[in-house]
Every structure is written in C-alpha cells, then in structure tokens.
C-alpha cells in the first residue's frame, strides 16, 4: 500500500489498532530484546516494588504504537522520527486474556518534503499509557 502525500489531509485519522499483549508475549519480548527485569515476569517482584502487577516492557508498547504508522504506511521506512513519553505502564494479569492496547492516530500537519506529522494516542485498561507519541512520515 502507498499512501500519497496529495490524497492526505490535516485531520485524517489511521485505521485504529488494537493488540493484545499476554504473559507469553513478555517472556518473548524479554529473550528478543534481553530485557529480563523482573517486573516484566515476576508478580511478587513487582508488587514489592509497588507496581499493581507484571508490567509490559515499555519498548514493546512503544513498538505496537509504531506499528500503527507503518501498517497505515505499508512501508516501515517511511517513518523518518518517531517518539514518546511512557505515561503508564502496561499492566498484564495472569490470566488467558492478557492485556489490551488500544493505538489511535491522525495526521496533524502537513509538512515539507512529502512528510506529515502523526500524533498517536495508545491506552490500555482506559488509561493513556503513552504522552507525546508522534512520527515525522514520508509519503509518496
């Protein structure tokens, strides 16, 4: 898919994603990126650090984030900035539905050189879980 620079418009909102992060996820993420801090797996770990429970690793949240623009995009390099501010975390019980992201955005300015300006907003629980997350994108 090609988005074109001319077709997009101020205000024009991406297609919403909504992804499930489980226990199982975390053992996986914590063996690609080697993050093993316990609060990621450890529930009597993270409560005695005063965490309500297991938390997911703030780069994965931030990747599922990303993973709206470059779904929209159809093309990963596209994105030439992107950024965020963690808000909350991302609390995962231990159960079989484990916990829900919710990953909204809209194109906020059109700026040179083909690009845009993507502001995103990610919750989980009802909670914004990330503050000024935005991506700079190139579009044809």
Known sequence: ????????EEGHELPALTATITRADLVRYAGASGDFNPIHWNERFAKEVGLPDVI?????????????VTSWTGDPGAVVDY???FTRPVVVPDDDKGA???VTGKVTAKLENNTVKVMIQASSGGLKVLAKAQAIV???
């Open 56 to 68: 997911g690793h703030g780069m994965l949240t931030m990747a599922l984030a990303g993973r709206l």
């Open 83 to 85: 950024g965020v501010r």
């Open 138 to 140: 190139r579009l044809s």
């Open 1 to 8: 898919m090609s988005i074109r620079y001319a077709d997009v």
């Open 100 to 102: 829900e992201v919710e």
